[in-house]
T-cell receptor, first 114, second 112 residues
Framework: EPEVTQTPSHQVTQMGQEVILRCVPI?????FYWYRQILGQKVEFLVS????????KSEIFDDQFSVERPDGSNFTLKIRSTKLEDSAMYFC????????????FGSGTRLTVV | AQSVAQPEDQVNVAEGNPLTVKCTYS??????LFWYVQYPNRGLQFLLK??????LVKGSYGFEAEFNKSQTSFHLKKPSALVSDSALYFC??????????FGAGTTVTVRA
């Protein structure tokens, strides 16, 4: 069964550093998403991406965040200058359609900012 | 905006007993409802969805969910729980802009 692959599984970084979280979506999917889950809290939407541009972003997704699809397979989330409150599990997801079902989620990257 | 609520942080059941994980929703219009499960160190795995049609939806791993419009509920059920069902369960609803809004999650522990 096709999978969404995320790397690394765990990353520790110092406050103020830049991090890039990587995702390889399912190859024939066209819609890509990042969600995050702060420990003990609900999963929250960050951003959706289609046709090489952001289609929607949440209030959380401020100027410190950016997404990119640098080649035909990878989908990355960059946090420019990490803060302690960015510590969370970050999930990538992809779907063949943009109608809000048929998501496949990756296993997540646990980001710890110290 | 659409939202879901999971009133229980934790559910504990004995193996072989019925398992119910509760979810209530608040939507304008027709709801698109989902259940996901998260095992330790794993991603969110899709269990089942309600879009339209029969109120009883069957999903993966023997789970089912009942859509109840009058009670605005979408409870997840399994007739006979297994120890391997111990995990974190999330209810979700499709928002107006096709993204998912998740509940806070319910930790299920099935004891042998």
């Amino acid at each position: 069964e096709p999978e969404v692959t995320q790397t690394p599984s765990h990353q520790v970084t110092q406050m103020g550093q830049e991090v890039i979280l990587r995702c390889v979506p399912i190859s024939n999917h066209l819609y890509f998403y990042w969600y995050r889950q702060i420990l003990g809290q609900k999963v929250e939407f960050l951003v959706s991406f289609y046709n090489n541009e952001i289609s929607e972003k949440s209030e959380i997704f401020d100027d410190q965040f950016s997404v990119e699809r640098p080649d035909g397979s990878n989908f990355t989330l960059k946090i420019r200058s990490t803060k302690l409150e960015d510590s969370a599990m970050y999930f990538c997801a992809s779907s063949a359609t943009g109608v809000g079902y048929g998501y496949t989620f990756g296993s997540g990257t646990r980001l710890t900012v110290v | 905006a659409q939202s879901v609520a999971q009133p229980e942080d934790q559910v504990n059941v004995a193996e072989g007993n019925p398992l119910t994980v509760k979810c209530t929703y608040s939507v304008s219009g027709n709801p698109y409802l989902f259940w996901y499960v998260q095992y330790p160190n794993r991603g969110l795995q899709f269990l089942l969805k309600y879009i339209t049609g029969d109120n009883l939806v069957k999903g993966s791993y023997g789970f089912e969910a009942e859509f109840n419009k009058s009670q605005t509920s979408f409870h997840l059920k399994k007739p006979s729980a297994l120890v391997s069902d111990s995990a974190l369960y999330f209810c979700a609803v499709r928002d107006d802009d096709y993204k998912l809004s998740f509940g806070a999650g319910t930790t299920v522990t099935v004891r042998a």
